[in-house]
């Protein structure tokens, strides 16, 4: 359920083991009141957990599955307690309110009994459910299954008769529940999708909207957030990944392998002081250089996994203060994470001279596709690039080609189907025809008049540094700030530089102002952040745990205390006796367990006698009752001595009602 | 056992009488044979001075008088008077109806707290002290009191003490169709009560007395009485709760039925089905639990219900 079968089975044996122990403690309302209280407050300290480790979305599921073991305090209660069921007073404030004025007025209390174990094992079963074990496929292919045969089962030794009734009942529900499964499926993975912030990142490929229509829509939550040391000038692209096939509308990367990738060296000049290089064939002067002081840095803060992508500038040197298990990075820089924790902090420094991507090669960065080749050199022509001298000058003259006639707009207009023969593609149609588009079609397009033009160029994509928070003095980077940008490789100085090429509108067309309820959610991570970067320092997280076991024990120690006090043994316990003193059973007490399963369970108030005698329609007016029951009564509550005569007449007299009510 | 018959013959006669109160009856005679007093509270008409009447009958040698109480009614009415006897130069004493076996104090609230009141010791102790001269009353004394649970106007509520001296107090209720149409039947010639014999003495009455005091009871029904009384105090709706004579009178009140049970021992159905009767007259409602509607025979149904009973 929660992914802890250990921790499940000992929850189960602990439940379960009411039934062998025959220790019980007598509760009182109050304690009950207490108890509740005591479990809604860890329940509500569970979800402020969840909710603050957990996006929103998957939180709720989250803490479903753990119910079982939030709700743990009130089912011992039940499975240990006296009593067999709580008044609902116990768990409604409103109920608690009408028991008590009805007390007050002298009313008959209807207040509803329920039976916590039921409502526990609804809680178990729901949970099991939702588990995350529940969508690994032979799993859940064989819970639904597991759990209609069990009720089945359980139905068919219960009910007894009408096995075929039974089936078609259980079939329908299967069904139903089947469906219902299904749905629920579909909704989580609606909800899963729509939740999981980052969309799942392939270093090897990366799809785009090119050829797509309508808005588009991405998630206004913060992803990352950049505090700029003093005398640091901030970073205005971080990249996440880099690629150099366009092929369709995706951009891949032509060696599709994780071989590529390698981990980071790592070197400590003083101690504690971890620093990931990001070139891996450095002098030690050079690596002296990659981690100066004098190179500008930030410290950037976010919620990563094992293999989240890094955002970094393109020229970054190396990282320090990172909590990982390891760090790896390809050949074109895409520098992958394996944090230690969920939340990380580092701090990256950058505008270093070395470079982590390798040389450009030109098999791979000089393709273009065949059918956009005719109107590249047409605007190639038209820019007339041949004419400058320097990269510098090529690429002011395509972005200021760009910025005069092209217009940023993140609703798409161009549809990569039914293009009218005119236009071969999608790129062709946004060069000649709508030239309005948002950074992927900037990025490509520019790739793609770059590569024409004979100069190596890669595609890249990450976040636009944009906007400032001046309350927190930091740059926050969102999901409506990410971007797409090329890689141009700069001959000369033989490295590979940043070249926007989308026009500036870009930024004025992002909204700066933020709902409500987004103010909110951020300062919820924000909080959520700060604090388990702080519990996540070393000492931090020793007072941590000092400070929360020693609660624990507190609370353990005080709990212990009470249900100390409140022992009692069951073999007391289960006669609910007003009486303290040992008193001598018959042997007509051993027919309770028959007649109850004739009549139900027998009211506190009546008396054996009177309750024994409806079962008169079963034992067929047996006088054997009668004489049973006055026996009965004889041996209990006269005071005077008794012969042995009695209790064995007595003993035979139950044995044929015995046979009797089994008969029936 | 002899003190069955004559309980069962009691029972018999006076239920060929009033018809179709077997219960009641059996609880009445109950409480006169545990020593105790009876307060029956019905409307008019439902029978309760033929019941009086009838248990006077059916003793032989019983003394059975009647009074009516009024609200100009005075102690001295009731307890007697000395009188000076101008021929003997001397007060002779006249005993008041106190001094009989069985009394019906008919619609006893109708009389001042000061009436009422004379009848505290004379219920309480089998005697009465008339003139500073102690008088002791016949080992029998019974006093059936009614009261009518409507009319108020004019009434002076019993003092709680005097609530309190009633080992119990019973309803008669109306009776069916059927058991009415039997008692217009009884009727057409003469009244029925007139023709009943008597079928026990006052020897075997007062034996019966004693042989109730004998019937078992153990310790843990002891603990049993306890409980029900004392659930009564503290419950939020009770102003003033049930006394240990409550618990006294509810064992004395089983023992006795138990001998028309036929046992010689008392079995926790004996004590539950007198328990209404013997407890719910003495308790106080409190005034937002009396005006929701409630009365004390309820609640006490209820802590019935709610206190384990011994199996």
Redesign the interface.
């Known amino acids: 359920m929660s992914g802890m079968p250990l921790l499940g089975i000992l929850m189960g044996l602990i439940v379960e083991s009411a039934n062998w122990i025959k220790s019980r403690w007598d509760f009182s309302a109050e304690t009950t009141n207490r108890a509740w209280q005591f479990n809604v407050l860890v329940i509500g300290l569970a979800t402020v957990w969840i909710f603050l480790i957990e996006t929103p979305y998957l939180a709720l599921p989250i803490l479903i599955a753990w119910l079982p073991a939030l709700l743990l305090p009130m089912q011992l209660i039940q499975s240990f307690g006296l009593i067999a069921s709580l008044p609902l007073s116990t768990f409604s404030f409103l109920a608690k309110n009408r028991q008590?004025r009805n007390?007050?007025?002298?009313?008959?209390d209807p207040t509803l009994q329920i039976n916590f174990g039921n409502i526990y094992f609804i809680g178990t079963i729901i949970a099991a459910s939702l588990g995350s074990e529940t969508n690994s496929l032979p799993y859940s292919r064989a819970f639904l299954p597991c759990l209609v045969v069990l009720a089945g089962w359980r139905l068919l030794s219960s009910s007894g008769s009408r096995p075929l009734s039974l089936l078609i009942a259980l079939t329908f529900s299967g069904g139903i529940a089947l469906v219902g499964q299904i749905g629920l499926d579909e909704l989580s993975n609606w909800l899963g999708n729509r939740g999981s912030s980052r969309p799942i990142f392939n270093p090897n490929s990366a799809t785009t909207s090119i050829g797509r229509l309508g808005p588009i829509d991405l998630s206004p939550d913060i992803m990352w957030r950049l505090r700029t040391s003093e005398n640091s000038r901030k970073p205005n692209l971080l990249r996440t990944g880099t690629y150099n096939t366009f092929y369709g509308s995706t951009w891949q990367n032509a060696r599709v392998t994780d071989k590529d990738f390698r981990d980071l060296d790592n070197i400590e000049p003083r101690d504690g002081e971890i620093y990931f290089l990001l070139n891996d064939n450095l002098t030690p002067d050079a690596q002296k250089k990659a981690i100066g002081a004098n190179l500008p840095r930030y410290t950037i803060y976010g919620t990563a996994s094992a293999e989240t992508p890094l955002p970094l500038p393109g020229d970054t040197t190396s990282l320090r203060d990172f909590e990982l298990d390891g760090v790896d990075c390809n050949s074109f820089g895409t520098v992958r994470i394996f944090p230690k924790h969920s939340i990380i902090q580092g701090t990256v420094i950058w505008q270093g001279k070395t470079n982590p991507e390798s040389p450009p090669i030109l098999k791979e960065d000089l393709v273009i596709p065949q059918i956009d080749s005719e109107v590249l050199q047409k605007i190639l022509k038209e820019i007339r690039i041949d004419e400058q001298p320097t990269l510098q000058a090529k690429l002011a003259a395509i972005r200021s080609w760009f910025q005069k006639n092209f217009k940023y707009s993140r609703t798409l207009l161009i549809s990569s189907f039914n293009q009218p023969n005119e236009y071969r593609s999608a790129i062709h149609k946004f060069l000649t025809n709508v030239r309005s588009g948002h950074c992927e079609y900037f990025a490509t397009s520019t790739a793609l008049l770059l590569r024409q033009a004979g100069i190596p160029t890669r595609y890249a994509i990450g976040y636009a540094v944009m906007e400032f928070d001046s309350t927190h003095e930091e740059y926050v980077i969102r999901g409506t700030h990410s971007h797409a940008w090329c890689r141009v490789w700069d001959a000369d100085q033989s490295h590979w530089i940043d070249f926007d090429p989308t026009p500036g509108s870009l930024f004025a067309n992002t909204s700066m102002t933020n709902s409500r309820a987004q103010r909110i959610s951020d300062y919820q991570k924000r909080l959520r952040e700060d604090f388990f970067l702080w519990r996540n320092k070393p000492n931090n997280r020793m007072i941590v745990s000092v400070v929360m076991s020693i609660l624990a024990l507190g609370v353990l120690i005080f709990i212990a205390n009470k249900l100390s006090k409140s022992k009692r043994h069951e073999a007391k316990a289960r006669?609910?006796?007003?009486?303290q003193?040992q008193?001598i059973h018959t042997s007509l007490?051993a027919l309770e367990p028959l007649a109850e399963k004739r009549l139900g369970s027998?009211?506190?108030?009546?008396?054996?006698?009177?309750w024994l005698k409806r079962l008169r329609p079963w034992l067929g007016g047996s006088s054997a009752l009668d004489e049973a029951i006055l026996l009965h009564?004889?041996l209990?509550?006269?005071?005077?001595p008794h012969s042995q005569i009695e209790s064995k007449r007595l003993t035979e007299l139950t044995k044929v009602l015995e046979s009797k009510l089994k008969r029936n | 056992m002899m003190n069955y018959t004559t309980a069962v013959r009691l029972e018999n006669a006076v239920c060929s009488v009033v018809r179709g109160q077997p219960k009641v009856i059996r609880h009445v005679l109950a409480c006169m044979i545990s020593g105790g007093h009876v307060l029956l509270e019905d409307f008019p008409g439902t029978g309760k001075t033929t019941l009086a009447k009838a248990i006077a009958r059916t003793i032989g040698g019983a003394t059975f008088k009647r009074v009516q109480f009024t609200p100009d009614l005075l102690p001295s009415d009731i307890l007697g008077v000395s009188i000076f006897d101008p021929r003997s130069q001397d007060f002779r004493f006249h005993p008041g109806p106190v001094f009989t076996d069985i009394l019906l104090a008919d619609e006893i609230n109708r009389a001042s707290p000061r009436t009422q009141s004379a009848l505290l010791e004379s219920m309480g102790e089998r005697q009465a002290t008339i003139e500073g001269i102690k008088h002791d009353l016949g080992s029998i004394f019974f006093v059936i009191a009614t009261q009518n649970p409507v009319e108020f106007r004019g009434t002076y509520p019993l003092p709680e003490a005097q609530m309190d001296r009633f080992a119990m107090q019973c309803t008669l209720g109306y009776v069916s169709a059927a058991e009415e149409v039997a008692i217009l039947a009884d009727q057409t010639d003469s009244h029925p009560v007139d023709s009943l014999s008597p079928v026990a003495t006052r020897e075997e009455i007062v034996s019966l007395m004693a042989a109730a005091r004998q019937v078992?009871?153990?310790?843990?029904?002891r603990?049993?009485v306890v409980?029900l009384v004392g659930a009564t105090r503290g419950?939020?709706?009770?102003q003033l709760a049930a006394s240990p004579r409550a618990s006294l009178a509810l064992m004395k009140v089983s023992q006795a039925l138990a001998i028309f049970e036929e046992?010689?021992?008392?079995?926790?159905?004996m004590i539950?089905a007198v328990a209404t009767d013997v407890i719910a007259h003495r308790i106080l409602?409190?005034p937002?639990?009396k005006y929701?509607g409630?009365n004390a025979r309820?609640?006490v149904n209820?802590l019935?219900?709610?206190?384990?009973?011994?199996?």
């Open positions: 008590e007390l007050r007025l002298g009313l008959k006669l609910l006796s007003i009486y003193e008193v007490n027998r009211p506190l108030s009546e008396p054996l006698g009177s009564q004889r209990r509550f006269d005071p005077s | 078992r009871f153990s310790e843990e029904l603990h049993y409980a419950h939020p709706a009770i046992q010689d021992f008392v079995t926790p159905e539950q409602l409190a937002d639990a929701s409630v309820q609640i209820e019935i219900e709610q206190i384990p009973v011994p199996v």
